[in-house]
């Protein structure tokens, strides 16, 4: 390898160095931080529209969203002149000082084939480019602290959007249907670990959390044929694989789980009358969150907060449920949900119709 003579290596780092500069135009401008404040600004336009639509789609719950989006507008308004002012203030006084450095850029260029002189300069300009990077780190940090508790909120909420979004589109692809006046309030990606540890052929799908059911449908690709361990064949398998009453869960315990402790499962124990006495999950969210939205689910808090009111007809349907079979006089002590369209007695089989 031939070794560089000193011009060549001098116009290899003058050029290095300007390709730098030309770097720095976007930062001098505050591009990072204009790119920041233009998507919570989306956000926050869009936030009353998407929470309308995902009511379209039937999400009943937290009626306080359209307020909570209004008031984010709301605040925005007085907080976006602000930070344009600061902005525009702190991009002057940066592109002032970058344009001072491509002034001794173009000077550096005139000494190309001089290292005595070029050394010099080009020491001047990177010292200069160091201290324009801490300024602009300075002026980012001024600009995230006008505004970064509002970010985060925003966040928070556009968060909770997107997976009530996903909930919807998962209840809308589910091979089951959501009895009359049920609201659904979560779903995530799940494995249903049938022996509490994981293992290759547990069925993967969906979780979902509504206010009365804690349901779990197979929602996967499973292989059918093999070769040498690859699979060469696939099949579709979505089925409803347990439903159980949100009133009979009588525990839940969240854990971190997985080499790195960074895997969310959780461990519930149905109470009598639920088709399994306990059953441990993987899924892809916060365990504790799960924790706080069953517990919720099953002290009825969802309902305090309904944008859409339960149909009392259906409420009344289930008051009128006989508290013993009419055929054999059994206790009829099955959990019943609202929007059931009939009653079957555990002990003989009579039907009654609601």
């Not at 290899?12 to 770097?23: C, F, K, N, P, V």
């Not at 985060?152 to 009895?179: C, G, M, P, R, W």
């Not at 009365?212 to 409803?240: P, W």
């Not at 999950?281 to 706080?292: K, N």
Request: aromatic share 6%; net charge negative.
């Amino acid at each position: 390898m031939t070794t560089p003579s000193p011009i060549e290596q001098l116009h290899s780092e003058i050029d290095a160095l300007q390709t730098r500069i030309g770097w720095m135009q976007d930062s001098a401008r505050l591009k990072t931080a204009l790119d920041a404040i233009e998507d919570l600004q989306t956000s926050v336009n869009g936030m009353l529209q998407r929470v309308i639509g995902l009511r379209t789609k039937g999400y009943v719950f937290e009626k306080d969203l359209e307020a909570q989006a209004a008031d984010f507008s709301r605040q925005w308004s007085e907080i976006h002149p602000s930070l344009v002012t600061q902005i525009n203030m702190q991009s002057s006084s940066l592109q002032g000082s970058l344009r001072s450095i491509e002034i001794k850029l173009t000077q550096l260029n005139s000494q190309r084939t001089n290292p005595f002189s070029a050394r010099p300069l080009m020491a001047s300009i990177e010292s200069d480019m160091s201290m324009l990077e801490t300024k602009v780190r300075s002026a980012e940090t001024t600009i995230n602290g006008m505004y970064n508790s509002f970010n985060s909120q925003v966040y928070a909420v556009k968060t909770h959007l997107d997976n009530i979004d996903y909930l919807l589109t998962q209840l809308a692809e589910a091979s089951f249907k959501l009895l009359p006046s049920e609201g659904g309030i979560m779903a995530v990606k799940a494995v249903w670990c049938k022996d509490v540890k994981e293992r290759n052929d547990d069925p993967e799908g969906v979780l979902y959390l509504t206010d009365q059911r804690l349901i779990f449908e197979q929602k996967e690709e499973v292989a059918t044929k093999k070769i040498l361990f690859i699979t060469t064949e696939k099949k579709k398998v979505q089925e409803l694989k347990w439903e159980i009453p949100v009133v009979l869960t009588d525990e839940v315990k969240p854990s971190k789980q997985g080499m790195l402790k960074n895997e969310d499962h959780l461990d519930i124990r149905f109470g009598e009358g639920a088709t399994l006495e306990s059953a441990h999950l993987h899924i892809w969210q916060e365990g504790t969150e799960w924790l706080q939205l069953l517990n919720k689910a099953k002290t009825k808090d969802f309902d305090k907060g309904r944008a859409v009111a339960i149909d009392q007809a259906e409420v009344e349907k289930v008051k009128a449920v006989p508290a013993q079979c009419p055929s054999c006089g059994a206790n009829m002590g099955q959990v019943i949900l609202r929007g059931q369209d009939s009653v079957k007695c555990e002990y003989c089989g009579f039907v009654i119709r609601l």
